[in-house]
């Protein structure tokens, strides 16, 4: 029934970097050019935050925190969202959910654990 599959995150030490991946499957899979699709986190006793969006007209939106670290992205052949993460910090440590905007799915999230 999962319409939005996440993957790449695990343990890295600061400096290093990870891909994420979202892979549309079901209804998404269908409609993926149509959506805006996003990544979120949550640290633990955190509110979820948006990290970054990509939105079907190819613009992108990033949070301040992340900007020039992160690049989102999105193939329209594999119908999948990437996130590139780069130069990861000790508070970037959270899970990681994809979202489509439009119908509104989440992911089920995928860790990531950055060291200092």
């Known amino acids: 029934q999962a319409q939005l599959v996440e993957s790449g995150g695990g343990f890295v030490q600061a400096g290093g970097s990870l891909r994420l991946s979202c892979r549309a499957q079901?209804?998404?899979?269908?409609?993926?050019?149509?959506?805006?699709f996003s990544w979120y986190r949550q640290a633990p006793g955190k509110q979820r935050e948006l990290v970054a969006l990509?939105?079907?007209?190819?613009?992108?939106h990033y949070a301040d925190t992340v900007k020039g670290r992160f690049t989102i992205s999105r193939d329209n052949t594999r119908k999948a969202v990437n996130l590139q993460m780069n130069n990861l910090k000790s508070e970037d440590t959270a899970v990681y959910y994809c979202?489509?905007?439009?119908?509104?799915?989440w992911g089920q999230g995928t860790q990531v654990t950055v060291s200092s």
């Open positions: 979202h489509s905007e439009k119908r509104g799915y």
């Open positions: 079901r209804t998404i899979l269908s409609v993926f050019v149509t959506d805006d």
């Open positions: 990509s939105d079907n007209s190819g613009r992108t």
